[in-house]
């Protein structure tokens, strides 16, 4: 009962990709790519959100750490600090939500110094055999990134993460809490070009994060994928005039994570080197499994994994293009100081269909600055329709500013 828990727990991580999914044929079937952690691809930030979740190449703010934190030393403010909350799948379930705070310190004019920390909880969970005790099952991870410039215009960064997952209930001898490291490498350049008469700034970013070890759940006897992820973007922003700009970005976004073989993989490898017919090892899904741990998926080392998710996925290069989701989103400022912003995502139906409209606002002053984004599902029955995000971010120049003024005062 207590291993049931668990899967549940995955399964609720996991029902975006599903709830929506409707019947298909072998040939163009659900085949979404699948790893630990699920709550490190989760967007924390209420500003990406209302862009439809693009982040890569869009102008520095305080929340670049989890999109490219190569972006910190084009920040204008020397220091900030985010928080950032989103309530999770309300449609499936209440009590999980994402809590989020990051920062970032200029060391000087060329480099700087960025954190985040990250607490996923899944609420209060109660035994299927005895409802009475309960557990709350959560993810963590707490992250270090160090960023300079190399030029007027690109800049690099590295950054070190560890990352906790504890889905299980204490008592539970065969699962146990799991704990990985990883590594983020970005990039970023931000240039001037000339459009009609306009100097405007364009730039693009590249991320590639969650580099790092698996994540076991079972004393290591097997292990689970980090969700390793290669991030690119482009942005565009065109001042109008004096007080209104707008903002064009777009993201492609592709897991780095072997795609899972699938069943029919796994009787066409058995026909051809065991014999017999397709339907001696259709439904079996113990030996299934064990294929999977023995030589199908699990022995994959991560670098390997890298790798091999480029050229992996059973129906070739048209599958491996439906695992790259886009993003687009337009931000309206006024005067730097009222945002309005929209956006789109798109994940092909047959890896998860997680598609959706995006709006939100945001209002900057030059102590804080707040701003929400919500999530308009496309897809039927999507859970993840009506999420609203929320952030609060600190300018420590502003408050140092105001902080002064009062002293002189």
């Known amino acids: 009962m207590k291993r049931i828990l668990f899967i549940l727990s995955f399964i609720i991580l996991h029902a975006a990709s599903f709830l929506s999914m409707k019947a298909q044929d072998v040939k163009n079937q659900l085949n979404p790519i699948y790893h630990g952690v699920q709550s490190l691809a989760i967007a924390p930030d209420a500003r990406s959100a209302g862009l439809g979740d693009v982040g890569a190449a869009t102008d520095p703010?305080?929340?670049?750490?989890?999109?490219?934190?190569?972006?910190?030393?084009?920040?204008?403010?020397?220091?900030?600090?985010?928080?950032?909350?989103?309530?999770?799948?309300?449609?499936?379930?209440?009590?999980?939500?994402?809590?989020?705070?990051?920062?970032?310190?200029?060391?000087?004019?060329?480099?700087?110094?960025?954190?985040?920390?990250?607490?996923?909880?899944?609420?209060?969970?109660?035994?299927?055999?005895?409802?009475?005790?309960?557990?709350?099952?959560?993810?963590?991870?707490?992250?270090?990134a160090y960023s300079r410039m190399l030029s007027e215009t690109f800049s690099a960064a590295v950054a070190l993460r560890y990352i906790y997952?504890?889905?299980?209930?204490?008592?539970?001898?065969?699962?146990?809490?799991?704990?990985?490291?990883?590594?983020?490498?970005?990039?970023?350049?931000?240039?001037?070009?000339?459009?009609?008469?306009?100097?405007?700034?364009?730039?693009?970013?590249?991320?590639?994060?969650?580099?790092?070890?698996?994540?076991?759940?079972?004393?290591?006897?097997?292990?689970?994928?980090?969700?390793?992820?290669?991030?690119?973007?482009?942005?565009?922003?065109?001042?109008?005039?004096?007080?209104?700009?707008?903002t064009i970005a777009a993201d492609a976004n592709k897991l780095l994570v072997p795609t899972r073989p699938t069943m029919e993989q796994y009787v066409q490898h058995m026909v051809e080197t065991e014999g017999g017919e397709a339907k001696d090892y259709e439904q079996n899904y113990s030996d299934y499994r064990t294929w999977l741990e023995g030589e199908g998926y699990y022995n994959v080392s991560p670098v390997s994994g890298i790798f091999k998710s480029f050229h992996d996925a059973p129906n070739g290069f048209k599958e491996e293009m439906q695992e790259i989701q886009w993003s687009a989103g337009l931000e309206y400022a006024y005067n730097?100081?009222?945002?309005?912003?929209?956006?789109?995502?798109?994940?092909?139906?047959?890896k998860g269909n997680r598609t959706y409209f995006t709006v939100g606002a945001g209002f900057k002053m030059n102590v804080f600055s707040l701003d929400a984004g919500y999530v308009i599902s496309t897809a039927q029955s999507n859970p993840l329709d009506q999420t609203l995000r929320f952030s609060l971010a600190f300018d420590m120049d502003g408050i140092s500013d105001l902080l002064g003024k009062r002293r002189r005062r």
Not at 67 to 92: D, E, H, M
Not at 108 to 116: E, N, R
Not at 210 to 228: A, H, M, Q, V, W
Request: negative net charge; hydrophobic residues 35%; charged residues 20%.
């Open 61 to 144: 703010d305080v929340n670049s750490q989890y999109w490219n934190p190569a972006k910190y030393p084009f920040c204008i403010s020397r220091a900030g600090v985010a928080l950032n909350y989103t309530p999770w799948l309300r449609q499936i379930v209440e009590g999980i939500d994402l809590a989020n705070i990051t920062g970032y310190y200029r060391l000087g004019d060329y480099d700087a110094l960025s954190s985040s920390l990250r607490y996923f909880s899944l609420g209060e969970v109660g035994l299927m055999d005895d409802e009475s005790i309960t557990f709350r099952p959560y993810e963590m991870s707490v992250d270090l």
């Open 336 to 350: 730097n100081q009222f945002f309005l912003r929209a956006g789109y995502h798109y994940e092909h139906p047959n």
């Open 165 to 246: 997952s504890d889905l299980a209930y204490k008592g539970d001898d065969e699962i146990s809490p799991g704990s990985a490291f990883a590594a983020d490498i970005a990039l970023y350049h931000n240039g001037y070009i000339n459009l009609g008469g306009h100097e405007s700034q364009l730039g693009w970013g590249l991320n590639v994060n969650n580099i790092g070890s698996k994540i076991s759940y079972d004393s290591g006897n097997t292990s689970e994928f980090l969700p390793t992820n290669l991030r690119f973007g482009l942005s565009l922003l065109v001042p109008f005039d004096e007080y209104n700009t707008l």
